[in-house]
């Protein structure tokens, strides 16, 4: 009986090591693979889209989450529309921590999937009326090659709720929803 509940432990055991990593990835072990510089290049419509991502925590409320935080440059025709990437070191206390918030963190929609983050974007092409408060919206990012050239799925959309006129952002953004972009550093 002694050598019965002895193998039984050490299957648990090492059934455990394998759920524990598994485990661990869910709450953001898999950051590293989106930590740099990314690219998105549209030569038919002349677009460049560059994310530069930090490993960083986001604490609110008591909890603390891994996450990525970034900032963006968007050029169009060669012109830079948007440039936020002064950003990229500087850590905010209230409200968003960057321009680009991404978690894998238990307790987000993605949480089972270590290879998807769950992103909250600020738009500063587009600001609350009246406001100097960049429109945000929520996003998905996902990995989608691990090889050389690695690379990733923007996928950003319109916060849901209630909408009141005058008093919402239009919908839509200033900047690309739907991309591929490359690792470039």
């Known amino acids: 009986m002694n050598r019965l509940i002895y193998i039984f432990t050490l299957l648990l055991l090492s059934s455990n090591t394998t759920y524990g990593q598994s485990i661990e990835r869910r709450h953001g072990a898999n950051l590293d693979f989106y930590v740099g510089t990314w690219r998105y290049t549209n030569t038919t419509t002349k677009e460049e889209f560059t994310i530069k991502l930090r490993k960083s925590v986001y604490t609110a409320y008591n909890i603390s989450k891994d996450c990525v935080v970034g900032t963006y440059t968007y050029k169009k025709n060669g012109v830079v529309v948007l440039d936020n990437m002064s950003e990229f070191l500087i850590d905010k206390s209230v409200g968003l921590p960057a321009p680009i918030y991404a978690s894998n963190a238990k307790g987000t929609i993605s949480e089972s999937n270590p290879n998807r983050l769950t992103a909250s974007i600020q738009d500063y092409g587009i600001l ?13 990012i996902t990995i989608v090659s691990t090889g050389n050239p690695k690379k990733i799925h923007w996928a950003l959309k319109d916060s849901e709720g209630i909408v009141i006129i005058d008093h919402t952002p239009p919908p839509g ?13």
């Open 128 to 140: 609350w009326p009246g406001s100097t408060l960049p429109k945000s919206g929520q996003g998905v």
């Open 173 to 185: 953004f200033s900047i690309p929803t739907d991309m591929i972009l490359t690792k470039i550093e």
